[in-house]
């Protein structure tokens, strides 16, 4: 699902300079693995996450907890990219970080997530044929996400980062009546 939380500038900095390093070690994508499991944790062990952004715990007992957790399951260089983001008090936007890094390396790799909302679900012929349009129409490869929204009617909602693009039927009626609102009455006798 995209996410609707922006990452700060701060959590992007850090993203991008890690993007860079995976990139220079032809790692982008296994390294995005990487933090997607350990992103996995984070949701599912909110103890951990808050004990990464708790300040009376020394930046040095973090990183031996670190160290002893994640030591041999991850790369060299997302082990020392932890220690570097706790070595600058910023654990507590590694959720965010992790965010900004999906997203960065998405739009390198040339993809863009999109929402698609439908009154029912699509049949997966359909939905690839939704897919497809979108990433021929934004020149990308579209990463497509299908949600049931009962106050769509017909037709089909797109999200695609902070754009909605409304083709629903409901939409469709709004501004048909909308224009029989204000189009002019003619006198016919």
Do not use: C, W
């Not at 609707?4 to 032809?26: G, H, I, M, N």
């Amino acid at each position: 699902m995209a996410r609707q939380q922006k990452a700060s500038p701060t959590a992007v900095a850090y993203a991008r300079s890690l993007l860079e390093l995976a990139t220079e070690q032809r790692t982008p994508e296994p390294t995005g693995q990487e933090l997607a499991g350990i992103q996995q944790i984070l949701r599912d062990q909110p103890a951990f996450r808050q004990y990464l952004a708790d300040p009376s715990i020394t930046s040095g007992e973090r990183r031996a907890a670190l160290d002893r957790i994640f030591r041999g399951n991850v790369s060299q260089l997302v082990l020392n990219f932890l220690g570097v983001v706790n070595d600058h008090d910023r654990l507590g936007l590694l959720s965010q970080i992790i965010d900004a890094y999906e997203d960065l390396l998405d739009e390198q790799l040339g993809k863009v997530e999109v929402d698609v909302y439908v009154a029912q679900k699509l049949p997966a012929d359909q939905l690839e044929q939704v897919r497809q349009r979108v990433s021929a129409a934004l020149k990308k490869d579209a990463i497509v996400h299908q949600y049931v929204d009962d106050s769509v009617i017909g037709g089909l909602i797109l999200r695609v980062g902070d754009k909605l693009i409304d083709a629903s039927a409901r939409s469709q009626l709004r501004a048909l009546r909308e224009k029989l609102m204000i189009a002019p009455v003619s006198e016919t006798i």
